[in-house]
């Protein structure tokens, strides 16, 4: 069984930030009109859902829920 290790998810949580921050920055602008409001905005949850996603996606790989073992034993 292949296991997700804990760099992984930093990587994964980093790169979903990205692409969250951008969508964030980019509806605060249009919402507000204030460009500078829009990228505070984005800086803070920034780190706070990055923080939030590591916890999140650590708590999930726990969870036996979905998976299946790769050595898979046949019984008749």
Not at 33 to 47: D, M
Request: glycine share 6%.
């Amino acid at each position: 069984m292949m296991k997700e290790k804990p760099y992984r998810s930093i990587v994964k949580a980093v790169s979903w930030r990205v692409v969250g921050t951008v969508d964030t920055i980019v509806i605060a602008w249009l919402v507000t009109g204030k460009l500078e409001f829009a990228v505070t905005i984005g800086g803070v949850e920034l780190f706070t859902k990055m923080i939030l996603y590591y916890l999140h996606e650590r708590s999930w790989n726990r969870i036996k829920f979905g998976k299946e073992s790769s050595d898979m034993e046949y019984q008749i």
